[in-house]
């Protein structure tokens, strides 16, 4: 029997000679938010785990889950996957014989057949409300029928059921089905829930639990996005679970399994979050495929899972010509990346029906955009991705990210040079930040205000710079506050709690800023902001991971290793990362290394080893490089205090403000030869010797004259200018 279900991306890959990265899976119906975000951290604190055994039944979680539910501990099984479960109910009871509602998870047949058990098949019932918009419903009068005239020869009769069933998503009601169980006690009903947390359908453990004939299961594996960890649960009477398991070995289920067990189920946040975005996006995949490719190529049965099931009609008509059938679109669809799931191995199902999972709304546009060319005959489009092998003709921007370990990491000057390099190469490129904080701002031909880095970086694609390649802008005004220039234009001061309260209509500003970049230019080159690991700012991001995922940008992380600690910074800002951040991050830049490069010893070869990622470049360190800085980081930590040795040399006092503004004015005395500038910090000495002192602009003159004042530099100042010093 094929026991395919789906999932096996390995061999879909090597089908195609492509990498498993490379296959987008609509075969598993796995969540697509993908596990929980504390999944990674809870594993390598639990690592030193697997060096003892585990509790040999899941003892503290079986408790938890009791807890939970609200039933007896002694009424829950654990399992290395609900799978296991599955294969261990026919042999363990005794089952003579078994009903399966069809279609059905094949895998129901499987274990009867290991264990020797006849199946008998009771077809669902296809509902006629809508024809249009069908969908399959427990035949309770058929399968009353079945149990009836069933033979009896003293064995026990198994009757499999699910809900929501696989593969149309349908649910059951808990009532009639709890009615069937009651109406025939000498057999045991097998409730599969293995997607009923996707939906908010009540569960039928606690019943399960006071009953001898009836058992629950259900997976850890596809609500929490870990099939690779196998955790699964069944519940029934003390007396049915004891049957089973003792036909199950000791330590079923590993120590990762069990912590993330105890972890998953206090984590209520995510299952609502899942719930909602399933929700949402199976109603838009579901009236996409029904408006794009019409009832004459397709039906789309009614679901409330995270999955859908399509039956091919007549008008699927693939470029041989011909009807499509589900082996031959699955075949014609995996050439493209893209893997199905074919349904012949369904009962009652045949050639006509295959089931995808919900995804992305991005990887699920592109399934529709697949199905609605092929159902037409036309030859796929090859896939667009985000490698650069040559200037070439798009509708729609490619783009490139460059983030950072830390600020300062060389992120400003790396986008410059990216711009740079590709415009050599013959593309015409844009750079783009979508925030910036800043005192040192740009204003363009139009009048509008943006960030000098941008603007750097437009003079190294050759074009004019403009707001959109920066389109927010925050001017710090105090500690807590900053003034937000929105495509250029002052909108508000706010403070950080309140900005954050508005970053969805930020974000919507941004996204049309980018998609304007995006339809005029080859490629979009876009800078990060800060670091992307800053996990207490993550939820407000619209600058690093979140613009990325926006932009299908893949993404490269420089670090400072001037500063020391880069490897170490790149292990941990992945350690943060959820696995949808990971998946963009295609490389490290080690930034401004001097010295013997054989220095480096196996660090490149242990990053990769460690993240999955390689280091993709050392750049060396190069001053003087005579680019404006994007903000007063450099300034601040750059030693400034020597004069030069000329006698003959001008010397130029700068005054240090908390909120110097648009200090790059002072760039041009850095490369007059006979020209010294020292900085001037509040409550140091002046130095003995000045020609000029200069006191630059401030955003906040106020509270910057007052720590002038608090350190009496105001007066030295003043002394200064009493002894012929010129103040500017």
């Not at 090597?14 to 899976?25: F, H, L, M, Q």
């Not at 119906?29 to 999944?39: A, C, D, F, V, Y």
């Not at 089905?177 to 109406?183: A, M």
């Not at 509270?703 to 105001?714: I, M, P």
């Amino acid at each position: 029997m094929d026991r395919d279900h789906g999932g096996t991306i390995v061999s879909y890959a090597e089908s195609i000679g492509t990498d498993p990265s490379a296959i987008i899976d609509f075969s598993a119906s796995i969540n697509p938010l993908g596990p929980p975000s504390w999944t990674r951290s809870l594993i390598n604190r639990h690592l030193a785990d697997l060096s003892a055994y585990p509790e040999p039944q899941g003892e503290a979680l079986v408790t938890r889950l009791a807890e939970r539910l609200e039933i007896d501990p002694n009424c829950i099984l654990l399992g290395n996957g609900a799978s296991e479960l599955i294969f261990a109910i026919p042999g363990s009871i005794g089952a003579g014989w078994a009903i399966v509602n069809d279609p059905a998870y094949s895998d129901y047949r499987s274990a009867c057949d290991v264990a020797g058990v006849p199946v008998t098949s009771v077809p669902l019932r296809r509902s006629l409300h809508d024809l249009h918009d069908p969908r399959l419903e427990l035949d309770t009068p058929a399968l009353d029928e079945q149990i009836t005239s069933q033979t009896v020869d003293g064995s026990t009769g198994l009757v499999w059921l699910a809900t929501p069933n696989n593969p149309d998503g349908a649910i059951s009601n808990p009532d009639e089905i709890i009615g069937i169980v009651d109406r025939h006690p000498a057999l045991v009903f097998v409730v599969d829930e293995s997607f009923l947390g996707f939906t908010t359908a009540r569960s039928l453990a606690q019943e399960a639990a006071t009953r001898d004939n009836l058992l629950v299961i259900q997976s850890f594996t596809k609500l929490y996005a870990v099939p690779g960890l196998r955790l699964g649960l069944l519940i029934g009477s003390e007396k049915l679970t004891g049957t089973i398991r003792d036909a199950l070995p000791w330590w079923r289920v590993n120590a990762l399994a069990l912590h993330f067990g105890m972890a998953a189920i206090d984590d209520v946040e995510y299952v609502e979050r899942t719930r909602e975005f399933v929700a949402v996006e199976r109603k838009r995949l579901r009236a996409a495929l029904g408006d794009r490719l019409g009832s004459d190529r397709i039906t789309v049965y009614q679901s409330e899972a995270n999955f859908l099931l399509l039956e091919l009609r007549p008008g699927f008509v693939l470029a041989e010509s011909k009807p499509a059938d589900s082996a031959t679109l699955a075949a014609a669809l995996l050439r493209e990346g893209v893997a199905v799931r074919d349904c012949q191995a369904f009962g009652e199902l045949d050639h006509r029906f295959v089931r995808i999972a919900v995804r992305t709304p991005e990887e699920n546009d592109r399934l529709v955009d697949l199905l609605e060319r092929l159902s037409k005959g036309d030859p796929a489009t090859p896939r667009s991705d985000s490698t650069l092998p040559g200037p070439r003709a798009v509708t729609r921007a490619r783009s490139l990210m460059i983030q950072g370990t830390t600020s300062n990491a060389g992120k400003s000057v790396l986008t410059t040079a990216f711009c740079r390099i590709l415009l050599r190469h013959g593309f015409r490129t844009t750079p783009f930040k979508a925030q910036n904080m800043s005192l040192n701002s740009f204003v363009t031909a139009d009048g509008g205000e943006m960030g000098r880095a941008q603007v750097t970086q437009a003079q190294a694609s050759r074009i004019e710079p403009t707001v959109d390649m920066n389109p927010v802008l925050l001017k710090p005004h105090t500690h807590r506050s900053s003034q937000v220039i929105v495509h250029g234009k002052p909108v508000d001061e706010v403070a950080a709690r309140d900005y954050y309260q508005r970053r969805e209509w930020l974000r919507k500003a941004v996204h049309e800023s980018y998609d304007r970049l995006a339809a005029q230019y080859d490629v979009v080159v876009l800078e990060g902001a800060g670091s992307p690991g800053e996990v207490n700012l993550k939820q407000h991001d619209i600058v690093n991971m979140t613009m990325a995922r926006y932009a299908k940008s893949p993404v490269l992380i420089a670090g400072d290793i001037d500063r020391g600690g880069v490897f170490a910074s790149f292990v941990g800002t992945m350690g943060v990362f959820d696995e949808w951040e990971r998946n963009l991050v295609k490389g490290f830049l080690v930034n401004r290394f001097r010295g013997d490069p054989t220095l480096l010893g196996n660090a490149l070869d242990y990053t990769e080893a460690y993240t999955g990622v390689p280091v993709l470049g050392v750049i060396p360190m190069i001053r003087d490089l005579g680019l404006p800085e994007e903000d007063s980081v450099t300034f601040k930590e750059t030693p400034g205090d020597s004069v030069g040795d000329s006698s003959d040399s001008i010397v130029i006092g700068l005054v240090d403000l908390p909120h110097i503004s648009n200090f790059t004015d002072f760039d041009a005395f850095g490369v007059e030869p006979d020209v010294s500038v020292v900085r001037i910090r509040a409550g140091h000495p002046l130095p003995a010797r000045l020609d000029a002192i200069v006191i630059p602009g401030s955003k906040s003159v106020v509270a910057d004259l007052r720590v002038l004042q608090e350190e009496g530099t105001d007066r030295k100042i003043a002394a200064a200018a009493a002894e012929g010093t010129e103040i500017i």
